[in-house]
């Protein structure tokens, strides 16, 4: 039997570093986040991108002008999916209303934003 590589063993991984409590990677290529190295979650090609621009940037306010989805319906129903798989790491996104999106570890209850 062959053994398997890496879903991303070729491609470049991009280091977001310790975010709460968890070793987060990504492969952009792939569309995955890697959560410390052992369990991948699978995002589309946006979904990675706004994931990557908020996990750039914990705890500091990302304004929707930076947001690859300028429509703010669509970007809203992408950063649900993103709450949805990231909640169970304990990570929280934030919304900031007119103003844009913040990743949050710091709250032991992580629940969603009133409003998207």
Known sequence: MKPRRHPCAFSPLT??????????RGCQERSLLLVDGVQAMACTPTEYRIAALLLRSPGIPVPLARFPTRDRHTLARQVSRLRRAMQPLG???????TYGYLLDTTSEDVVPSACD
């Open 15 to 24: 280091d977001f570093g310790e975010v709460g409590g968890h070793r987060l």
């Open 91 to 97: 990570i929280a996104i934030r919304c900031l209303p």
